[in-house]
């Protein structure tokens, strides 16, 4: 079995999350929306947040899968508060091709916020598929399949403190697989 390899420690990632709670402090000292995608927004956002100097307003939003022949993504939880006027951030956990954050940031801009922009704790530009414009980046990678850190392989591993990449076709025979080997470092 391949072992998971480690692309970045407890520490790189807490440096990177406080590097980007001051930059969005400094930005929004007036307020400001902070919108993360269910499920693995999460840690990133926790984090995010308490590592602010400002007091956002926290919401969540959850999208469907895609289904065989659908065009798109659905919204399967809306937000709980109204963004018109507002300065709004959407937090990502990854940007991967780009299609449904695309797809997201126009069914936002159609609430009407004051300001729209994207921070996203992971960047794959490498696998970008449509152009989108992500304005805060946590960390750069190029591996196509990553875990750790609130991105999951069938509900494990989101919960690590560090990214490793790891082997899509180990993960599809056993989604256990790595657990020993990210659980016990």
């Not at 065009?71 to 809306?78: F, G, L, T």
Request: with cysteine; net charge negative; proline share 4%.
């Amino acid at each position: 079995m391949t072992e998971p390899r480690l692309l970045f420690s407890k520490e790189e990632i807490q440096a990177a999350v406080r590097r980007l709670a001051g930059e969005l402090s400094a930005t929004y000292d007036d307020g400001v929306v902070l919108i993360a995608v269910l499920k693995g927004g999460v840690i990133f956002l926790a984090d995010l947040v308490r590592a602010m100097t400002v007091h956002p307003l926290v919401d969540f939003l959850s999208l469907s899968s895609y289904d065989e022949g659908a065009p798109r993504v659905k919204i399967a939880k809306d937000l709980d508060h109204d963004i018109a006027g507002r300065d709004v951030v959407l937090v990502e956990d990854v940007v991967d091709t780009g299609l449904s954050l695309t797809w997201l940031l126009e069914e936002l801009r159609r609430r009407t916020p004051r300001s729209l922009e994207v921070c996203a704790f992971l960047d794959k530009p490498a696998r970008r598929i449509v152009p989108v414009e992500v304005r805060w980046v946590g960390l750069t990678v190029d591996e196509p399949y990553v875990c750790g850190y609130g991105l999951d392989v069938a509900e494990r591993y989101r919960n690590l403190d560090v990214v490793a990449a790891a082997d899509t076709m180990v993960l599809a025979e056993d989604p256990d697989a790595y657990v020993e080997a990210l659980y016990r470092r």
